[in-house]
């Protein structure tokens, strides 16, 4: 456990994010009553340091910080001063600093795509990583290259008067440990899945309606796992989708068949016959050990034959996932991985640095797992950009999470050509995205009259699966609303 304690209030969140960095695996908590009443523009306000209330215990560290002055300055000024001397104060007592620095709660290669748009160069942008927010050169450098990348796609699409679509399956064949997501046990709900897909196509029909006239460039097929579904619910949706929407000029139908333990000759040939270019069949691991812990319940063997099965039916992009940092896994068993998914020779590679969310099992049974070792270091990073050299896929997208394995990044790799433009339209928030299913989030993007800025207003569907099916009509009304 890590306490802090902090002579100003009005810092204790950002604290708490600098602190976390440094230590992803600790929990953080307050070495005393934390006041809600600071504010950093009104020193009136403001809490002289006080007394530790808690009492510490064998392995805790207690954190003494001290604002610094921030008289005069706007509030996002003053809580940017704080996160350097914070991040100083840190980086002297660890003897090290982070890949991406004091960068929290942003999008490294969407601040590059913004610099590169207004006319920055390389070196301004460089600067401003490296020192302003102390990333390595190494890492800056990773943004700029994808935020060239996604230039070069993204300019090719007329986004503002184009949108994209989601659509959402969430159920699973079982839950993963470390999952988050609004993803359900499938055999839990499959009384329900049926209703599920009723709702789902009752929603993708209404939302045809609200977007008729506007031209659909991508669609994402995302969950969960939508190859949970039976091939004729499958084939459904994906008839009701040709039905609903004019998808000859869209650019791509991307379906995440995830889980091999999903995967049959027979939904692939649905898939196949609907004009599904780009799947997903994502191993995480290519160790045994690894995916029993985590809760994969399908085998190294199930993730080659499934991949197999995929190419001989003429699929040509297909991409994996794997996770570093997962439970017991360092470099030996990387480069297993690494090794496997190199032999099989996939068009794209998505490297994740495991997070850990507050909804995760991993988190919320912490005591449980407490013991189990979690390893991500710089080494471990540089293994995967190998691979993806030897494979010939280049970074096209990239995002970062709160509590990631080595403070590192997410990072998409593709084959030019096999992009897949949905990712980079979701995180970029470029383009207008309507998400239909239960947990969807809809993102509208529209520009501000006075400065020309981007707005981005959310419509989110409720995440419980018997909700939607409940409240569907009220789920299309919500955007039916925001649409107009």
């Known amino acids: 456990m890590i306490y802090i304690n902090i002579d100003d209030d009005a810092f204790y969140d950002d604290a708490v994010t600098i602190v976390r960095s440094f230590y992803p695996r600790v929990d953080v908590k307050p070495a005393r009553p934390i006041s809600g009443t600071s504010d950093v523009n009104n020193p009136a306000t403001f809490n002289p340091i006080k007394e530790v209330t808690v009492k510490l215990e064998e392995g805790d560290k207690l954190i003494e910080i001290e604002a610094p002055d921030v008289t005069g300055l706007s509030k996002a000024d003053a809580h940017e001063k704080f996160k350097v001397k914070l991040y100083k104060q840190l980086e002297e007592k660890e003897g090290h600093g982070l890949p991406w620095g004091n960068m929290t709660g942003v999008r490294p290669s ?8 207004e006319g920055k160069s390389e070196e ?7 020192k302003e927010h102390f ?57 329900r899945v049926e209703a599920y897909v009723d709702a789902l196509i009752h929603e993708i029909t209404e939302v045809s309606k609200m977007m008729k006239g506007k031209r659909l460039d991508t669609v994402y097929f995302g969950g969960g796992t939508p190859t949970t579904l039976s091939p004729a619910q499958l084939d459904r949706v994906l008839t009701k989708l040709e039905e609903c929407f004019d998808l000859e ?12 333990d999903s995967i049959t000759r027979e939904k692939l040939e649905v898939l196949r016959d609907h004009k599904v270019e780009r799947i997903s069949i994502n191993p995480q691991t290519m160790n045994q050990e690894t995916l029993d812990l985590i809760g994969r319940k399908h085998s190294v ?20 996932d794997m996770i570093l940092g997962l439970p017991g896994e360092g470099p030996e068993e990387v480069k297993n991985t690494l090794d496997t998914i190199k032999a099989m020779n996939p068009s794209s590679l998505t490297v994740h640095s495991l997070a850990i969310k507050r909804s995760s099992r991993l988190n919320i049974y912490r005591d449980r797992y407490k013991n189990l070792d979690f390893k991500n270091t710089e080494s471990i990073v540089n ?19 709160k509590n ?22 979701i995180m970029e928030e470029v383009q207008t995205i309507i998400a239909c299913g239960a947990g969807a989030s809809t993102k509208i993007v529209s520009t501000n009259p006075v400065d020309n800025s981007s707005l981005i207003t959310r419509v989110e569907n409720v995440k419980n699966v018997d909700e939607y099916i409940n409240r569907i009509d009220e789920m299309i009304e919500r955007k039916r609303k925001e649409l107009a």
């Not at 969407?110 to 748009?117: C, G, L, P, S, T």
């Not at 990631?404 to 339209?425: D, T």
């Open 124 to 130: 301004e942008i460089i600067d401003f990583f490296t």
């Open 383 to 401: 293994m995967t950009e190998d691979c993806a050299k030897d494979l010939g896929v280049e970074p096209y997208y990239m995002y970062r999470q």
């Open 404 to 425: 990631m394995a080595g403070n590192f990044e997410n990072v998409g790799y593709a084959r030019p050509g096999k992009e897949c433009i949905y990712n980079i339209l």
């Open 249 to 260: 000029n869209v650019l791509e139908l991307t379906v995440e068949a995830g889980r091999p």
């Open 301 to 320: 063997e199930d993730i080659k034959n499934a991949y197999k099965l995929a190419t001989e039916l003429g699929f040509d992009n297909i991409n994996m």
């Open 135 to 191: 990333t390595s050169l190494a890492k800056a450098k990773l943004a700029i290259e994808v935020a060239k990348k996604e230039i070069s796609l993204v300019s090719k699409l007329d986004v503002k008067n184009g949108y994209s679509l989601y659509i959402g399956i969430p159920f699973c064949p079982s839950i993963c440990l470390y999952c988050s997501f609004s993803a359900y046990a499938y055999n839990a709900f499959k009384d």
């Open 110 to 117: 969407k601040i590059a795509y913004q610099m590169i748009v």
